[in-house]
T-cell receptor
Framework: AQSVTQPDIHITVSEGASLELRCNYS??????LFWYVQSPGQGLQLLLK??????LVQGIKGFEAEFKRSQSSFNLRKPSVHWSDAAEYFC?????????????FGAGTILRVKS | DVKVTQSSRYLVKRTGEKVFLECVQD?????MFWYRQDPGLGLRLIYF???????EKGDIPEGYSVSREKKERFSLILESASTNQTSMYLC???FGTGVQPQHFGDGTRLSIL
């Protein structure tokens, strides 16, 4: 069965430090890949997505993610974290379905930023 | 700016009650979704709709139903609320083919007592 794993429940980084959030999936083919962010008390916002082509994807708010087929991973990165990046981040993977892609979410990673 | 509006941010109901959660989008999107969000479980799809009066079950439809009489409105119904339905509920919408949500509402935190 398809699954999405975010191995880190919580991550704490210092403001200005680099960030990498991990995401691994289990699926027999190449899926569609997404990262969402949820600020406290708000809904989710799409950060970036990968469908095909260049495996390094640029998103909003200075985030990027790299698809590595050999590792079944789609890790999210940011070179310099800002305090406003503190939020919960969800990786999601789209698998083929009758009505298009079925989206499966990871459990989320809570990012804390310390000053 | 795009907008997905959920009618209530917080809702408290009693077991056995019929509960309605309302969601409205102003983007003329074909697709609308209801997700349930629980700590450690991420988001799980309850139902989605790809057109007016059309609906498809998601991963956890048991105990829920939906209604989409107009394109902009998608309602989630708890037929007889139970305590295990206490959760955060998120509505989302998108356009085009595929079922990945693009825009989310701010959520309804529902407590069933």
């Amino acid at each position: 069965a398809q699954s999405v794993t975010q191995p880190d429940i919580h991550i704490t980084v210092s403001e200005g430090a680099s960030l990498e959030l991990r995401c691994n999936y289990s699926y027999g083919a190449t899926p569609y890949l997404f990262w969402y962010v949820q600020s406290p008390g708000q809904g989710l916002q799409l950060l970036l997505k990968y469908f095909s082509g260049d495996t390094l994807v640029q998103g909003i708010k200075g985030f990027e993610a790299e698809f590595k087929r050999s590792q079944s991973s789609f890790n999210l990165r940011k070179p310099s974290v800002h305090w406003s990046d503190a939020a919960e981040y969800f990786c999601a993977v789209g698998f083929g379905g009758e009505y298009g892609n079925k989206l499966v979410f990871g459990a989320g990673t809570i990012l804390r930023v310390k000053s | 700016d795009v907008k997905v509006t959920q009618s209530s941010r917080y809702l408290v109901k009693r077991t056995g009650e019929k509960v309605f959660l309302e969601c409205v989008q102003d983007m003329d999107h074909e697709n609308m979704f209801w997700y349930r969000q629980d700590p450690g479980l991420g988001l799980r799809l309850i139902y989605f709709s790809y057109d007016v009066k059309m609906k498809e079950k998601g991963d956890i439809p048991e105990g829920y139903s939906v209604s989409r009489e107009k394109k902009e409105r998608f309602s989630l119904i708890l037929e007889s609320a139970s305590t295990n339905q206490t959760s955060m509920y998120l509505c989302a919408s998108s356009f085009g083919t595929g079922v990945q949500p693009q825009h989310f509402g701010d959520g309804t935190r529902l407590s069933i007592l």
